[in-house]
């Protein structure tokens, strides 16, 4: 076995080879972190990786799997120090073949050595390992539980101050600092949809997985309706229920732990919304999703569907939230989440008995809405670590990150679409055009 300061110098070694698998321009700098160096040097727009000493190196190395780099940085074998953008940007460049065949061999049998003398890698805490069928309602419970129960006061460090969790919708698609018009740009969203669905004072609105109430209240408020909304998660309904209070409308707006499989006893309603829900619905599932958003809507009633799509087709369609196969969104963020396209979207509300009337990408505006979260983040790092601890804040800055390059490159959209439930075979006294 080699002495520390040997398998020291390879590590050091094998960190120069993996840097000449990215280009010259890369913006990160890639170093042991007992070599030092300080953040505040770093240009704008560049990201230092430091890894934690040769086990970590070893243990990033070898063996390879999908996941590989994202666990490091959970576990801390790595740090992402300065602009992590940066950093993703720069993996997304990497390519083995800029190496020649010599410094190939030189990498493998440099990664062998290193690994033989590593300790074992430090568990992670908090990985899903769901039970039961896949979307069955006590897994859909758990899956949501997982992600939404990490706590309210972690969500309120970066979330507007209504605390929605879905896309905004900004004025200024070319803002530099998103984060500082985020309460303005959710409320613009929240009305957008408000004026989508024609509410008006008496009418009744559902809104499936409303999250910590933002929609129904606003729609309450601005629109004088009645608004129910539904949940899967205890702590986002009692914060629902308590932002009603101070807002003045609880007598208009009530909030259950409810499935949407099961939406009779709410009755009947004139305007159904699902803002960034039906992520955790699944393929197989979509018939019964529309179905039961068409059977809680009044003939001539309108649904807003707002979700995350996925540009793949066929059996990529799930690329970014793979059930299985070491997929660090699946582990690690969103278990049991999956991503349709939007043909596919329409074809399954087309045949639960929907007509669809306006489709409407905000792909940008999400890309927007992540760098404000990530910065409100990054921010609030020392008290997120205090609330939820260092790796559920790594998760989330890295997802974060990450889901933003997706919707700038264009490998994942966010799409509004509004449909209607035909009354007589047709849109009852409908605008011919756009009216919102």
């Known amino acids: 076995m080699t ?3 040997n398998r020291e110098r390879l590590a050091r070694d094998l960190l120069r080879l ?6 010259d321009d890369a913006p990160v700098d890639l170093r042991l972190a007992a070599e030092g160096g300080e ?5 704008t727009g560049r990201a230092r990786i430091a890894l934690a000493g040769p086990d970590a190196v070893s243990r990033l190395l070898w063996p390879p799997t999908p996941t590989s780099l994202a666990e490091a940085y959970l576990r801390g074998d790595l740090d992402i120090e300065a602009d992590i953008d940066a950093a993703i940007r720069a993996g997304e460049r990497y390519q083995l073949r800029r190496l020649g065949w010599a410094d190939r061999r030189r990498l493998l049998r440099g990664m062998l050595r290193l690994r033989a003398g590593a300790a074992p890698a430090p568990a992670l805490h908090r990985v899903a390992h769901l039970q039961g069928a896949r979307h069955s309602p006590a897994r859909d419970l758990a899956a949501v539980r997982f992600h939404y129960d990490v706590g309210n006061d972690f969500f309120a460090l970066w979330l507007d101050h209504r605390f929605v969790y879905s896309c905004a919708y900004f004025a200024d698609a070319d803002a530099p600092h998103p984060e500082d018009s985020l309460d303005t740009a959710q409320e613009a969203k929240l009305d957008l949809i408000c004026r989508k669905l024609r509410l008006a004072p ?5 809104d499936i997985g409303c999250g ?3 929609l129904v209240v606003y729609a309450a408020q601005r629109y004088g309706v009645e608004a129910v909304g539904i949940t899967l998660s205890e702590p986002q309904a009692a914060a629902a229920r308590t932002a009603a209070e101070r807002a003045g409308v609880a007598e208009r707006v009530r909030v259950e732990v409810h499935d949407y499989r099961d ?3 709410l009755g009947a309603f004139d305007a159904v919304a699902s803002v960034g829900m039906v992520e955790h619905v699944g393929h197989a599932q979509l018939p019964r999703y529309f179905g039961a958003a068409h059977d809680a809507l ?5 649904f807003l569907n707002h979700g995350i799509a996925t540009t793949a087709t066929g059996r990529r369609r799930t690329l970014q939230f793979r059930p299985r196969g070491g997929d660090f969104v699946g582990r690690y963020v969103f278990p049991d989440g999956e991503l349709v396209s939007v043909p596919e979207t329409l074809v399954r509300a087309r045949g639960a008995g929907f007509e669809a009337l306006h489709v409407q990408s905000l792909r940008p505006h999400y890309a927007l809405t992540l760098a404000a979260w990530l910065r409100r983040l990054e921010d609030h790092a020392p008290d997120a670590r205090r609330l939820v601890g260092e790796e559920v804040y790594r998760t989330w800055r890295l997802y974060m990150a990450a889901a933003r390059r997706g919707f700038e490159q264009g490998s994942l959209d966010v799409v509004q679409i509004l449909f209607v439930r035909p009354a007589d075979d047709r849109p009852a006294g409908l605008p011919l055009r756009p009216w919102w």
């Open 3 to 5: 002495s520390e300061r």
């Open 18 to 23: 993996l840097r000449q698998t990215l280009p």
């Open 39 to 43: 953040e505040s040097r770093l240009a």
């Open 202 to 206: 008496g009418q009744r609105l559902l």
């Open 212 to 214: 910590w109430g933002g």
């Open 263 to 265: 939406l009779a006893p």
């Open 298 to 302: 009044r003939p001539g009633g309108l």
